[in-house]
């Protein structure tokens, strides 16, 4: 590409847009910026070192020195704390609410999107969360907002976890993924929202591949 640009897709927990973000970034050969990852790894730091997610005091003694990398091996990310590889370590059930927690606080988003901004700003990319095309990125070329309902965002993850071996009670995880959502919704800062001129989709009943060909028709390609 000749330019830089910036795609960003907002949506609550398991729409699907970080499976789109993915593919959207192979398509288009440009970078793909896992947010969320970010949030994970920084719960895990604040699991680690004992301290509550929620309680922003005891965050604050630790985030803004926080060893947080972004590495892509082979086209694909890895994320890196304190020089631990802890890409899968930040898909484990417990980290989910871990980092819905934590992300609500403002010295971490702060901090994350200080990061995500840097990376933006010098290479195309497509980057995927909560608030990118609201807050992080509000001047991003495309901007979409992947939806889905609770049920189906529900069974998705139950399919996913359940694949990877991990009992999960259905019931459980969709009564989660609603407890997510508020906390993303009605957080005081940079809440999860679609922003003004984000085009929507819902991903129910659609596939992967018919979600991509939509955005990709937006885009132009």
Known sequence: MDKIIRIALDGPSGSGKSTIAKRLSNKLNILYLD???MYRATA??????GIDTLDEQGVMTFINDIDLTVKYVDGAQRTILDGV???EKIREPHVSMAASNISSLKCVRLKMVEMQRKIAGETSCVLDGRDIG???L?????????????EVRADRRF???????HKVDFEELKKEIEQRDYNDKTRDFAPLT???DAIEIDTSFMTIEQVIGKVLSVIGE
């Open 134 to 136: 609201s807050y992080v």
């Open 35 to 37: 947010t969320g990852a």
């Open 159 to 165: 399919k996913e976890l359940t694949l990877k071996g």
């Open 85 to 87: 590889d802890v890409s």
């Open 44 to 49: 895990i730091k604040a699991l680690s070192l």
């Open 138 to 150: 509000p001047n991003a070329d495309y901007k979409f907002y992947i939806t889905a309902s609770v």
């Open 194 to 196: 679609k922003a003004f």
